[in-house]
C-alpha cells in the first residue's frame, strides 16, 4: 500500500503560480512512477504530467507543457508540481496517483494509488 496526500492548492489570479506537492508513505516511493491528474465537475479525470522512477523522464499533457514541472525528490518521498502562467482553465481537483508500470502513463487506468486531491481555483 502507498499513502498519498496533496497539499499546496489554493486560489491565484490567472498569470500566477502554485506549488502542489505529494507526499508518499508506505512502500518504497523509488520504486513507483508518480502522476498527476486534475478534474472538474462533469468532467473525465484528466492526464497532467508523470514523471520516471528516477527522475530522468518526465511528460506532461500539451495543454500545460512549457508551464508545468514535475518534480521528486526520493529521499524525501515527494513529488511536486510547480505550475507557472495559470489559466483559468487549469482550475480544478488536482490528484496525485503512483504506479509501478513505465508506460501508459497518460491513462488513468494504470494508477494503483491516489490521493484525496487539493484544490486549486484561478480566477480571470
Known amino acids: 500500500q502507498v499513502q498519498l496526500v496533496e497539499s499546496g492548492g489554493g486560489l491565484v489570479q490567472a498569470g500566477g503560480s502554485l506549488r502542489l506537492s505529494c507526499a508518499a508513505s508506505g512502500r518504497t516511493f523509488s520504486g513507483y512512477t508518480m502522476g498527476w491528474f486534475r478534474q472538474v465537475p462533469g468532467k473525465e479525470r484528466e492526464f497532467v504530467a508523470a514523471?520516471?522512477?528516477?527522475?530522468?523522464?518526465?511528460y506532461y499533457a500539451n495543454s500545460v507543457s512549457g508551464r508545468f514541472s514535475i518534480s521528486r525528490d526520493n529521499a524525501k518521498n515527494t513529488v511536486d508540481l510547480q505550475m507557472n502562467s495559470l489559466k483559468p482553465e487549469d482550475t480544478g481537483v488536482y490528484y496525485c496517483a503512483a504506479t509501478t508500470l513505465q508506460h501508459g502513463l497518460d491513462a488513468r487506468s494504470v494508477y494503483d494509488y491516489w490521493g484525496q486531491g487539493t484544490q486549486v481555483t484561478v480566477s480571470s
Open positions: 514523471i520516471s522512477r528516477s527522475g530522468g523522464n518526465t
